[in-house]
């Protein structure tokens, strides 16, 4: 059964202290990870697109990597705007677009 | 560009009622999904239309919840009769025709059924 796990499921920084989110994913035929930020009330906002393990994209703090059963999210030197709700989501080998979420991780980064 | 919009941004029905739920995706993109999360839990494909078809409506939880999308342009989700445990936040987004394309969420519809 496809399933995506994203630890840990809170995180509380201080500004400037780097660290990383973990999306741990079993799907057949992965036709893409997606990162998203959320902040509350609204509604999921895209950061990045994966396609092969090995790859990794970059975005001001933000770095995302990817393995063969995981990617992770790091964040480096966190500022309080980077406060939001990250969540990984999976695409698999198929004639359809139906994406698998995780249940996310909360960030909060303190000043 | 506008981005996906839904309407309304809240609702809030009585048990036995029928809400519909409407989604503009973005100008041009043939692709159209809906999500929804519950409480507490993750957020969970719906279904998903290739301009006017289901392309795959894998998610939808029985036959109270009806999707459409006349024309290929805008889209409606009803819930008819609402139960209780249809409360939760209804998100709509859309890409291009391409599978691979990343998938662009609305704000979402929080629908409270009491």
């Known amino acids: 059964e496809d399933q995506v796990t994203q630890s840990p499921e809170a995180l509380r920084l201080q500004e400037g202290e780097s660290s990383s989110l973990n999306c741990s994913y079993t799907v057949s035929g992965l036709r893409g990870l997606f990162w998203y930020r959320q902040d509350p009330g609204k509604g999921p906002e895209f950061l990045f697109t994966?396609?092969?393990a090995g790859e990794e994209k970059e975005k001001e703090r933000l770095k995302a990597t990817l393995t063969k059963k995981e990617s992770f999210l790091h964040i480096t030197a966190p500022k309080p705007e980077d406060s939001a709700t990250y969540l990984c989501?999976?695409?698999?080998?198929?004639?359809?677009?139906?994406?698998?979420f995780g249940q996310g991780t909360t960030l909060q980064v303190k000043p | 560009e506008a981005g996906v919009t839904q309407f309304p941004s809240h609702s809030v029905i009585e048990k036995g009622q029928t809400v519909t739920l409407r989604c503009d995706p973005i100008s041009g993109h043939d692709n159209l999904y809906w999500y929804r999360r519950v409480m507490g839990k993750e957020i969970k494909f719906l279904l998903h239309?290739?301009?006017?078809?289901?392309?795959?409506e894998s998610g939808m939880p029985n036959n109270r919840f009806l999707a459409e999308r006349t024309g290929g342009t805008y889209s409606t989700l009803k819930v008819q009769p609402a139960e209780l445990e249809d409360s939760g936040v209804y998100f709509c987004?859309?890409?291009?025709?391409?599978?691979?394309?990343?998938?662009?969420f609305g704000p979402g519809t929080r629908l409270l059924v009491l």
């Open positions: 989501a999976v695409r698999r080998g198929s004639n359809t677009g139906k994406l698998i």
């Open positions: 987004a859309s890409s291009p025709l391409a599978l691979a394309e990343t998938q662009y």
């Open positions: 994966l396609y092969s």
């Open positions: 239309f290739v301009k006017e078809s289901k392309q795959d």
